[in-house]
């Protein structure tokens, strides 16, 4: 195993961190390591807001949970799908920028190939990371809090900082429920490699102090039956994404 | 520089390959080393097929463009979002699976973190990829070629093998145009970082064989002047996935 292999499968998401600030050099580093990631016919169809107003991180704590560690995290970065730049170029050529579905997958995926690469980075730096998928549960308060203007829109955030924990591993489906090949699994076979995964996932939720926790099939039933941020398709509707 | 940092500014799409097979090993370690990477509420909306089926592969090649890479690489896969783990064990459990566009965002942005991570391991491993996202091109024929259950959907393709070839690195928008501290630049000072790129970017193609190629600009106004894959939000919704 080499040394990029062994850093990605390092990976835990940290939520505590020391007050160790980041230099600013790291910062750059790692955004440029996210840069550096590929993207679709090279549109770059994001950006990173780093958020430093505390008062805005404060309230982004609240919004986001509310979570103790956006505010706190000595960063914390806000990860945007972005068609501004595209936008603004089409009008300035007298083009029209017409697009559907496809834009906004294309940002979402763009944002995200930058946006694991900056956690790579960080954490090879020796920093924890923590994305904040719970950004989205006020985004229209989130966006007026930044003041984001037409054609951009935050996906997720992400805490970054020394940790001050070791949370351990969290096991994942075994390679057998997640690599096919040529065909995708009968029920049958695709609940059985399920199977195997419960008893890992409940002990390691027992290790971390659960009692009675119940594996990942009931996680997940559990999980599913009611329905999720509801309203975040009118907010990137709202935007200028457009779902159709 | 660490060597995980100088892994991902190496980063270059890579469309030609040798023959040189790749080991079952070294696949499995990709997608292990994807598999670690973070995932929302250990969800792992996702799955990865592999196709080595020579018929099948010859059929995407057409599919995604044509790109005969497609065809020959060594290695192929298909990235998909994947809701079908969710469903059945919702459905055993007598629970409803009810969701919005959380859902099939989340399907994206985990499929793509564990993507993201599987590049920088074949990377790693000295081998060069390409992700295709031509498979949208025809989503309907792919999913019919693979026979794909209901919940399951192609994200996009993944070409990868010994590189044939050493294209050189892509220039990126300088970093003042994707990263902002605390607010979202003025136009103006967004189409500055812009014009600055432009030329890197026209002599990058210039000199690879581009006669006149135009800057970054002028392509962007070009390319979202027309709607790219119209009918991807058909299938996507077709496969299960809700998109309001």
Not at 4 to 10: D, E, K, L
Not at 12 to 34: F, L, Q, W
Request: aromatic content about 8%.
């Amino acid at each position: 195993m080499n040394d990029v292999i062994r850093a990605m499968r390092a990976h835990r998401s940290v939520r505590a961190y020391t007050d160790e600030p980041i230099p600013h050099e790291a910062v750059v580093a790692a955004v440029e390591a996210g840069q550096a990631a590929a993207t679709s016919s090279a549109v770059q169809a994001y950006c990173v807001i780093r958020v430093t107003d505390r008062q805005h991180r404060s309230r982004l704590a609240e919004l986001t949970g509310p979570q103790e560690k956006v505010a706190v995290a000595p960063e914390f970065f806000i990860i945007c799908g972005d068609s501004r730049r595209h936008r603004l170029l089409a009008e300035r050529a007298g083009e029209r920028y017409e697009q559907k579905l496809e834009a906004f997958l294309v940002s979402v995926i763009d944002a995200t190939l930058c946006a694991q690469n900056m956690v790579l980075a960080f954490e090879s730096m020796g920093y924890g990371t923590c994305y904040i998928g719970g950004l989205r549960n006020h985004l229209a308060e989130v966006d007026r809090l930044l003041g984001l203007p037409h054609g951009v829109y935050p996906l997720y955030g992400l805490c970054v900082g020394r940790p001050a924990q070791d949370p351990g591993l969290r096991p994942r489906l075994p390679i057998g429920g997640v690599l096919f090949q040529d065909a995708y699994p009968q029920d049958d076979d695709l609940l059985e490699s399920v199977a195997a995964y419960d008893a890992v996932y409940e002990q390691y939720l027992r290790e971390r102090g659960a009692t009675n926790p119940g594996g990942w099939s009931a996680a997940m039933a559990g999980k599913f039956a009611s329905v999720t941020r509801p309203d975040i398709a009118d907010y990137y509707r709202s935007k200028g994404a457009v779902l159709d």
